[in-house]
């Protein structure tokens, strides 16, 4: 089993900037940061492969946020920027374990994964 652990939320400003990190127990494939707010869905925020060559994003946060890993630390970042109110969520960090390559359109789907941390909170005052 592998053991997520998120760090680096906290409460800041409307176009402020925050940077998550998810410290990983041991390397996997496909990893992946979703929200959730209360009373909504889990949503899908951005992906990164194994290499860190390929990258996907929520429509909600294309260009303000970036994903990122060192495998050197089994660390992967998420770089959050111009944050607004209505990013305020619990985030979590995800693992995907299956060896089986994770196809480009299911990378926002919550059963492609089988590893959660805890979720690291952040909130965005107005």
């Known amino acids: 089993q592998v053991q997520l652990v998120e760090s680096g939320g906290g409460l800041v400003q409307a176009g402020n900037s925050l940077r998550l990190s998810c410290a990983v127990s041991?390397?996997?494939?496909?990893m992946a940061w979703f929200r959730q707010a209360p009373g909504k869905d889990r949503e899908f925020v951005a992906a990164?492969?194994?290499?860190?060559?390929?990258?996907y994003y929520g429509d909600s946060v294309k260009g303000r946020f970036t994903i990122s890993r060192d495998n050197a630390k089994n660390t992967v970042y998420l770089q959050m920027n111009s944050l607004k109110p209505e990013d305020t969520a619990v985030y979590y960090c995800?693992?995907?374990?299956?060896?089986?390559?994770?196809?480009?359109?299911?990378?926002?789907?919550?059963?492609?994964?089988?590893?959660w941390g805890q979720g690291t909170q952040v909130t965005v005052s107005s």
């Open positions: 041991r390397q996997t494939y496909s």
């Open positions: 990164i492969g194994w290499s860190g060559d390929n990258t």
């Open positions: 995800t693992a995907r374990s299956r060896e089986s390559p994770l196809e480009r359109h299911r990378v926002g789907v919550v059963d492609e994964y089988d590893s």
